[in-house]
């Protein structure tokens, strides 16, 4: 692959850049607006203190990440599993729980 963007800020808008591969690149403060990544593959990827917004994860797979101090809200949460188990059957058991502690 030739190696098409130097070092510096750059703006891209309205491109197609398709199975295209970022290897040992810096991103930080990177912004991305109305971008399609389905089927984007991250390996070894840090994004400690990246803010997501309206973003659509359906099907997505997540092995050896590390979820420390993440926050979820107001998400759609049908069909998740963590370890195999439902997301929303656990918050069912810690609301009844929740509920029959009061």
Request: no cysteine; hydrophobic share 40%; aromatic share 20%.
């Given at each position: 692959m030739e190696r098409t963007i130097t070092c510096g800020k750059h703006l891209c808008q309205t491109a197609v850049i398709d199975d295209s591969r970022f290897?040992?690149?810096g991103m930080?403060?990177?912004e991305f607006d109305n971008v399609s990544l389905a089927d984007a593959k991250?390996?070894?990827v840090n994004m400690s203190g990246?803010?997501?917004h309206g973003i659509e994860l359906r099907n997505a797979k997540?092995?050896?990440v590390g979820l420390n101090d993440v926050e979820l809200s107001d998400c759609t949460l049908e069909g998740t599993r963590i370890n195999g188990i439902l997301v929303t059957d656990?918050?069912?058991a810690?609301?009844?729980r929740q509920a029959s502690a009061t």
């Open positions: 290897d040992d690149v930080a403060r990177t991250f390996n070894n990246a803010t997501f997540f092995t050896h656990m918050l069912e810690y609301q009844e």
